[in-house]
């Protein structure tokens, strides 16, 4: 009789285990659901727009809540053609961005850029020649590649004059994790301290 009751008390010690642990199972992939879904997320580099900085199957984690976009940011957005697209900022609303003063740099309200630690090497800041103002809760965006970038110069014709809404914006990119050989925590570069 001892036997049997003991023999329950283990059966019954296990089911509650095995329910613990699908319990714990599914609460764990809800707080991962949900800081996926409004806190950290993974985004995948497609294509070769932001070489060096990023190379093609790179994976990068993006802070969903870094607030508002500031110039050097790497940011992820919803593109000119309705799918996540990642690009760096160049200009904020206010900016008065141009291409190209004397020595063929971008500059920032007149303020040229140095763009040695991020441009892909060899390319120019700019094949096109532009000069526009960033409305107020707009962005300018360019490629790291410029030369293989479809970013803001590239719709300026279209409906939003090239610009994209601060509201458009994903997340800030904060740190490549894939490949691990690569893995890197993303730093806005000095030369946009320097735009006033």
Same mark, same amino acid.
């Given at each position: 009789m001892a036997v049997t009751k003991k023999a329950e008390a283990v059966e019954k010690k296990k089911k509650g285990s095995f329910r613990e642990t699908i319990l714990l199972l599914i609460v764990g992939v809800g707080i991962a659901l949900l800081l996926q879904a409004f806190v950290v997320g993974s985004f995948y580099i497609p294509s070769e727009s932001m070489e060096n900085t990023l190379l093609i199957n790179d994976r990068v984690?993006?802070?969903k809540l870094a607030g508002k976009p500031e110039r050097g940011d790497i940011i992820v957005f919803k593109g000119w053609n309705g799918e996540d697209t990642i690009k760096r900022? *160049?200009?904020?609303?206010? /900016?008065?961005v141009a291409c190209c003063d004397s020595k063929k740099r971008v500059t920032v309200n007149g303020t040229p850029l140095d763009e040695t630690s991020y441009l892909y090497p060899g390319d120019f800041p700019s094949g096109d020649t532009f000069?526009?103002?960033?409305?107020?809760?707009?962005l300018w965006l360019m490629g790291d590649h410029r030369s293989a970038s479809a970013d803001s110069r590239s719709h300026v014709e279209e409906p939003g004059g090239g610009f994209i809404a601060e509201d458009q914006v994903i997340g800030k990119a904060v740190m490549r994790y894939w490949p691990l050989s690569r893995?890197? *925590?993303?730093?806005?570069? /000095?030369?946009?301290?320097?735009?006033?």
């Open positions: 984690f993006v802070n900022v *160049i200009g904020v609303g206010g /900016d008065k000069k526009y103002t960033v409305p107020q809760g707009k893995g890197s *925590i993303f730093i806005r570069p /000095d030369t946009f301290d320097k735009v006033k």
